[in-house]
């Protein structure tokens, strides 16, 4: 194989314009016909002045511009090699050079490099009659040098490898005159060298031979028959040896080309003439009929302008003596616009990338059309509202760029049809779809779904719960869409976030690292990130408030009474009340909240069942009927406190009970009293009660343990130094403590009172004792009794009533601030302490 450089003007100009745009040199190949599949045409390293890794790098592909590709390109060596076996002749036929044309495209930067393979002819066909045998009738009267055309024969070869030569058998009439055509192609005329003589030889018979030139010779073989007929001395004669005649293409069947006529002086026979073809190829038979009796040259079969531009149509016109006549008709097809634009994809990236800078070749094309002139000039257009448009290059090269910012996130992908249309008339176009993907990139952030999440979760959590999920949704796809959850560093209480939540970095699910306790913490908040899995990376973020729901996980908590065994409460209450007489209150709490803290209280137990009752609601213990002196002294209820939880919890509280004659009455009437007096009494009286309140709660919340120690220890030595009696104490408190004889018992109780401003009928109310209290006996009886509140030393009978004086002043003082209900929120609060003497009881009544 071998470069032929085609150094001609066009060639040169075809050059020039390769130096100005894309399609930079053309190079010229030749490879023989027949030759194996992978044979090798050429190496195209050193026309294209690269090397094999450019080679390879560039993206070098072969393309053909025919429907088939017939070479191959190995982008490792740069050998351009024979796809297929390739016959000349069933490709090109006659025509010649037969060129194959195909483009190397090479990438970064575009270059498109043309090349022609011209198919070179090796002598495999013999040439070939159409017939075996040729006759000819010729006149005896036929004069010397008289031409006779033979038909010649057919070799699809071309070149030196067509027919080169005729010859003719020894015989003593007729010589071989071998001629050219205008084509270069050779035909022979039999020449009459001696005159006939029918009575001599009526018949000859001639062999004609057809020699090619290739190696080794090939030859064809024909018969020629001469017969020798009687005197016919006129030949006809054409009107004009050439006809000139141009026909449109694709001109229907039938349709008349021209008439040829040709005239016999001769009359008969030998006046006679027929028309018939004369030396054509087969195509014009196919597309031509001649009648031989008028001469009429019609339309057979299909005129197609780019098969064949013009043909030759030899006519013999034959008299009834055998004589003849040749003319030719020249028959020049004109084009017609029946071919549509062609357009053919040379190169494509796809998928492309959302970011893609403007001006981006994306496809790379060329637009052909069959036809000639306006017929075959083309225009290329594209649909309007694209992010692309269309920039025409050299040699009807188009490049589709991209001319707008692309989002993959509003189109996934474009079907861009490409229109050509011709300038003929009508005009013709063609379409070409060309499907471009658009490629991802990370260009979206992960959007929650909420602004703020709010999830709750209730308290004593089982560590590792599921508290809720965020979940952020990001427009990309594949990787850049992938989203991955995690908390941002923070403080709850004063500890870090992660000690108390967790979250799973592929689901967004919340998890609780604790166990939570809604008294110590109602809610907190949290930060979460979504990145997502781009590069450079995605985020954002949301904040997420867990609610602590309240649980009945608290039992009521009782703050009056109190329920220790050290200091028993006992409540007095007077045998003279009536039915609603306010005794006590029960008070008591609940750490939960909501419906969980709503508390009720029950009787559950009552040593007279029918005496007291408990007020569901508020846990007033109230007498439900009058007491009576079959009623026991002492009466003990047992109160149930329950919650609304689910389910509900509950306590008890114990409450002691002493019915006393006579206390209540003295004070159930008022003296009327001036209301302006009594209000300003009260108001001193209630200021005095709050000092008193404030420094005895203090003094109680810092030394109240401490006190109570020291004082009991204190006057338990007292007790023992001053008396040689042991008095024995006992928690019930005696029976025979009414009687008149028993003599002056002196009682020493601590009580807490609670009066209310405005009031004209003021009560005690009777708490449990704050110091212990103790019961002595009379001297005179020498007995010892047993009291509630534990034992302490009794003073003597003189203090006893200094002590009962003071307690009587108290109370009268105070009684027109006592007040109906059991509350002290708003009530003065005060303590006394008195040592009161049965007798003063009685006389007291």
Avoid at 26 to 42: I, Q, R, T, W
Avoid at 631 to 640: A, V
Avoid at 798 to 816: F, N, P, Y
Wanted: with cysteine.
């Amino acid at each position: 194989m071998e470069i032929h450089h085609n150094n001609r003007q066009g060639w040169s100009f075809f050059l020039y314009l390769c130096m100005c745009g894309a399609i930079c040199e053309s190079f010229h190949y030749s490879v023989p016909e027949e030759k194996k599949s992978g044979s090798l045409v050429a190496n195209v390293l050193k026309d294209l002045k690269i090397d094999v890794k450019e080679l390879s790098a560039r993206g070098t592909r072969l393309v053909s511009e025919g429907t088939k590709q017939y070479f191959q390109l190995d982008p490792h060596s740069g050998r351009l090699l024979l796809k297929d076996r390739i016959d000349r002749e069933a490709l090109c036929g006659q025509n010649n050079p037969c060129i194959l044309l195909s483009e190397i495209v090479l990438e970064n930067p575009l270059q498109v490099h043309r090349i022609e393979v011209e198919i070179e002819d090796v002598n495999d066909n013999s040439p070939q009659f159409s017939k075996k045998e040729f006759l000819f009738e010729i006149s005896e009267l036929t004069p010397t040098n008289t031409r006779f055309p033979l038909e010649k024969a057919q070799d699809l070869d071309k070149g030196e490898n067509a027919i080169q030569n005729y010859t003719l058998s020894p015989n003593d009439h007729f010589t071989l005159d071998v001629q050219n055509h205008s084509d270069g192609s050779k035909y022979a005329e039999l020449v009459l060298q001696k005159p006939l003589d029918r009575e001599e030889d009526m018949h000859l018979l001639l062999i004609l031979f057809a020699a090619d030139g290739g190696t080794p010779k090939r030859t064809g073989t024909a018969n020629v028959i001469i017969d020798v007929l009687d005197a016919n001395d006129n030949f006809p004669q054409f009107g004009d040896s050439v006809y000139k005649v141009k026909l449109k293409e694709n001109t229907p069947r039938d349709t008349l080309v021209t008439k040829v006529e040709a005239t016999d002086r001769d009359f008969g026979s030998y006046g006679d003439i027929t028309y018939s073809f004369s030396q054509v190829p087969e195509n014009v038979l196919k597309a031509f009929n001649l009648n031989k009796h008028t001469g009429e040259l019609t339309v057979a079969g299909t005129i197609d302008y780019e098969e064949e531009i013009s043909c030759e149509i030899n006519i013999k016109a034959t008299d009834g003596g055998g004589l003849s006549a040749y003319c030719k008709v020249i028959v020049e097809v004109e084009d017609k616009n029946d071919n549509a634009p062609e357009v053919t994809l040379t190169s494509l990236t796809s998928p492309l990338p959302e970011d893609s800078p403007p001006d981006l070749v994306v496809a790379l094309f060329r637009v052909t059309d069959r036809d000639s002139g306006d017929n075959g000039r083309t225009a290329c257009t594209t649909e309007a509202n694209l992010p692309f448009a269309l920039k025409a290059s050299v040699n009807n090269y188009y490049q589709l760029v991209t001319q707008q910012p692309l989002d993959r996130e509003r189109v996934s992908e474009y079907n861009i049809t490409i229109t050509a249309t011709d300038w003929g008339s009508p005009r013709l176009t063609s379409t070409r779809i060309i499907n471009v993907q658009i490629s991802d990139v990370n260009d979206n952030a992960p959007v929650f779904e909420k602004s703020t999440y709010e999830m709750q979760l209730r308290e004593n959590n089982i560590p590792g719960l599921l508290i809720g999920f965020v979940q952020a949704k990001d427009l990309d796809r594949a990787q850049n869409a992938k989203v991955t959850y995690l908390l941002l560093p923070g403080k709850v209480r004063d500890q870090p976030v992660s000690s108390y939540v967790s979250i799973n970095s592929e689901t967004g699910n919340l998890y609780a690292i604790r166990s939570l306790d809604y008294e110590q913490i109602k809610d907190f908040q949290v930060s979460v990130r979504a990145v997502d899995s781009g590069s450079p990376p995605l985020s954002s973020e949301v904040m997420v408030r867990v609610v602590i729901m309240d649980e009945n996980d608290n039992v009521p908590f009782i703050l009056y009474p109190l329920q220790n065994g050290t200091s028993p409460s006992n409540d007095l209450v007077p045998r003279g009340a009536e039915a609603g007489y306010l005794v006590t209150k029960v008070v008591a709490v609940d750490r939960d909240s909501g419906q969980n803290s709503w508390l009720s209280y029950e009787l559950l137990k009552a040593t007279e069942p029918g005496l007291f009752s408990v007020g569901v609601q508020n846990g007033e213990v109230k007498t439900v009927r009058p007491i009576n002196k079959r009623d026991n002294l002492k009466q003990k209820l047992i109160i149930g406190i329950k919650d609304n939880g689910s389910p509900p919890q509950s306590t008890s509280a114990t409450l002691s009970i002493l019915l006393v004659d006579g206390f209540s009455d003295p004070y159930m009437k008022m003296v009327d009293i001036p209301k302006d007096e009594m209000m300003q009494e009260e108001d001193r009286t209630l200021t005095m009660y709050l000092v008193i309140c404030l420094a005895v709660i203090s003094f109680i919340f810092l030394l109240s343990v401490l006190v109570f120690v020291a004082i009991k220890i204190q006057k338990r030595r007292k007790f023992v130094e001053s008396s040689a009696l042991n008095f024995p104490v006992g928690p019930n408190f005696p029976e025979n403590c009414g009687e008149a004889d028993a003599g002056s018992l002196s009682r020493a109780y601590n009580y807490e009172v609670c009066l209310a401003g405005g009031s004209l009928n003021s009560e005690f109310r009777f708490l449990r004792p704050l110091f212990p209290v103790f019961s002595v006996e009379p001297a005179q009886s020498q007995g010892v009794q047993r009291i509630s509140t534990g034992s302490q030393e009794v003073p003597s009978h003189a203090a006893e009533g200094q002590l009962m004086s003071e307690a009587r002043g108290a109370v009268s003082e105070d009684s027109a601030a006592r007040s109906g209900g059991p509350g002290c929120a708003g009530n003065q609060a005060i303590t006394a302490n008195a040592n009161i003497g049965q007798n003063d009881w009685l006389s007291y009544q």
